[in-house]
């Protein structure tokens, strides 16, 4: 049975940074697809980053408020966890955040969508204040 579990969060002022961490155990996910969602209050759960398969290729999301540049994704292998390190936080990354797992590849640009992955962690929320 697959379990993820997140870490990490917490409050943080505007400007400072968090590592969130996601521990995976029943499967090994050094091939896997490991995304990355958050969810704000009244608003749906949105895509945030990815890292694929055994490509290890990496995305971001591209869309207003980015993430890009200020956030990174990575894969510790050796400790079958996913990491989500996130610097110059805003007030408006403030989510609750979640892992999520999809086994092996997912085709195409289908990892943005939470539909794709099978398993989910339980959340870890993150704070940002201005």
């Known amino acids: 049975q697959v379990h993820l579990v997140e870490s990490g969060g917490g409050l943080v002022q505007a400007g400072g940074s968090l590592r969130l961490s996601c521990a995976a155990s029943g499967r090994t996910i050094s091939t896997d697809t490991m995304g990355w969602f958050r969810q704000a209050p009244g608003k749906e759960r949105e895509f945030v980053a990815a890292i694929i398969g055994k490509s290890s290729s990496i995305y971001y999301s591209d869309y207003t408020d980015s993430v890009k540049g200020r956030f990174t994704i990575s894969r510790d292998n050796a400790k079958n966890t996913v990491h989500l390190q996130m610097n110059s936080l805003k007030p408006e990354d403030t989510a609750d955040y979640f892992c999520?797992?999809?086994?092996?590849?997912?085709?195409?640009?289908?990892?943005?969508?939470?539909?794709?992955?099978?398993?989910w962690g339980q959340g870890t929320q993150v704070t940002v204040s201005s």
């Open positions: 999520a797992l999809s086994p092996g590849n997912i085709a195409g640009s289908g990892y943005y969508r939470p539909g794709a992955y099978s398993y």
